[in-house]
């Protein structure tokens, strides 16, 4: 899941031709954000943008897999492998960003569970069946 800083800093500049984009290392690899929306994600030098309805086929068109963490044969996350030629062209890179944006932007996010309340500690001595 390593990313060389190189190549974090070259999908930045290709990146940031476009717009604005901010990042965050998380579990080995790289978060990408655009107006506060985690769209894509770096990973083993590989550039990969949010998935949802209104991209995925553009992504399956050119036959640019999914993001599989924990290898072939897992369960893919919402995640397509960005084409090399994409991120070199600014025009098509920007109409690329804006949809992964927007699927990020209706993706449902899962809240945190709520935190159960601790147990109320033990007493010693009597119990609830006592009658002494």
Do not use: C
């Not at 990969?48 to 991209?55: L, Q, R, S």
């Not at 994409?86 to 990020?104: D, F, P, S």
């Not at 932007?105 to 609830?128: S, V």
């Amino acid at each position: 899941m390593a990313v060389r800083d190189s190549y974090r800093e070259y999908v930045l500049e290709q990146l940031g031709r476009v717009r604005p984009v901010t990042w965050r290392k998380m579990f080995g690899g790289v978060g990408l954000y655009a107006d506060d929306r985690f769209f894509a994600l770096l990973d083993n030098d590989t550039l990969y943008f949010k998935t949802g309805d209104a991209n995925r086929a553009d992504f399956e068109a050119r036959g640019m897999p999914p993001f599989q963490p924990f290898g072939p044969g897992t369960k893919p996350m919402d995640y397509h492998e960005l084409p090399g030629d994409v991120l070199e062209n600014v025009a098509e890179l920007g109409r690329w960003i804006a949809k992964a944006v927007a699927v990020a932007a209706t993706t449902k996010t899962k809240k945190p569970a709520p935190k159960r309340p601790k147990a109320a500690p033990k007493r010693a001595g009597k119990t609830k069946g006592d009658r002494s």
